[in-house]
Nanobody, 127 residues
Framework: QVQLAESGGGLVQAGGSLRLACAASGRTFSSYAMGWFRQAPGKERELVAAINRGGDYTYHTDSVKGRFTISRDNAKNTAYLQLNSLKPEDTAVYYC????????????????????WGQGIQVTVSP
């Protein structure tokens, strides 16, 4: 079992940057595929980015490609989401998620693929 805790959110002006971190408990972080999701008010939760166990393969949804980057540091039990060129429409609660029993070279893109979730962190982008 793993516990996840997000940090790094906050209020930023359009065009600014933030770096979200997801710290995981436990000693088997490298066995989990990771994902970042977000949910804006009145909208469904959507995948933002995903990364495989080793960090070799990533997926970014079209709306964030070229602006956001997912990464991980297995030695630090932490996944990251770098958010650049932020837009007001990026305003949402951001969640990190972990999937156990992950294939080595697989990224997972559905929320139902993930077993563990963080509590979420607010990102607000002002115009």
């Amino acid at each position: 079992q793993v516990q996840l805790a997000e940090s790094g959110g906050g209020l930023v002006q359009a065009g600014g940057s933030l770096r979200l971190a997801c710290a995981a408990s436990g000693r088997t972080f490298s066995s989990y595929a990771m994902g970042w999701f977000r949910q804006a008010p009145g909208k469904e939760r959507e995948l933002v980015a995903a990364i495989n166990r080793g960090g070799d393969y990533t997926y970014h949804t079209d709306s964030v490609k070229g602006r956001f980057t997912i990464s991980r540091d297995n030695a630090k039990n932490t996944a990251y989401l770098q958010l650049n060129s932020l837009k007001p429409e990026d305003t949402a609660v951001y969640y990190c998620a972990a999937r156990s029993y992950s294939g080595n070279y697989v990224v997972y893109t559905r929320s139902s693929d993930y077993d563990y979730w963080g509590q979420g962190i607010q990102v607000t982008v002002s115009p």
